[in-house]
T-cell receptor, first 115, second 114 residues
């Protein structure tokens, strides 16, 4: 079965600084990869997804992520963080199987933004 | 606007009581999901439904039940058999259950024990 690891539970960055959130997956082939964001007390919103092709994908709110097959990683980045980016971020993977498969979520990284 | 509506936002359960969480979507999605979220554990799948009148157990189905009588609705019942029900519950939907389809989430229901 696939698994996802987000090694950082909490990260604090200063407003305007760059951000990188780590995500590593375990799966025998290239899976489908997703990043979601959750504001406090709310549901999850899709930031971006990777299926195939260009390994650098652009998402909403100025986020991007890079798929690195050799490292089994799909790290999320943003060049300049805004205070409104404070939230919890989840990486998720799904097997490239088709119907009836499930998303597996990481345990999340909580981002705090220092003024 | 299309979306997923979960109600109530907060719910309290007494010992031995069953409670039902509502999830309605107007996105015309075939697939619907229920997740449980606990601090530090990410999201865990309780049940999912690929199509009306069909549903499958997820990873932590014990103590929960669902129904899918209408495409728009996927209610979750937390039964008295669920001994640790305090959590944040999230409903989601996707166009189909193909693994490349992103899921759209409601704003959740927080369930607590009285």
């Amino acid at each position: 079965a696939q698994s996802v690891t987000q090694p950082d539970i909490h990260i604090t960055v200063s407003e305007g600084a760059s951000l990188e959130l780590r995500c590593n997956y375990s799966y025998g082939a290239t899976p489908y990869l997703f990043w979601y964001v959750q504001s406090p007390g709310q549901g999850l919103q899709l930031l971006l997804k990777y299926f195939s092709g260009d390994t650098l994908v652009q998402g909403i709110k100025g986020f991007e992520a890079e798929f690195k097959r050799s490292q089994s990683s799909f790290n999320l980045r943003k060049p300049s963080v805004h205070w409104s980016d404070a939230a919890e971020y989840f990486c998720a993977v799904a097997r490239v199987k088709g119907s009836g498969d499930k998303l597996t979520f990481g345990t999340g990284t909580r981002l705090a933004v220092r003024p | 606007d299309g979306g997923i509506t979960q109600s109530p936002k907060y719910l309290f359960r007494k010992e031995g009581q069953n409670v039902t969480l509502s999830c309605e979507q107007n996105l015309n999605h075939d697939a619907m999901y229920w997740y449980r979220q606990d601090p530090g554990q990410g999201l865990r799948l309780i049940y999912y439904s690929q199509i009306v009148n069909d549903f499958q157990k997820g990873d932590i189905a014990e103590g929960y039940s669902v129904s899918r009588e209408k495409k728009e609705s996927f209610p979750l019942t937390v039964t008295s058999a669920q001994k640790n029900p305090t959590a944040f519950y999230l409903c989601a939907s996707s166009i189909s259950d193909y693994s490349n389809q992103p899921q759209h989430f409601g704003d959740g229901t927080r369930l607590s024990i009285l």
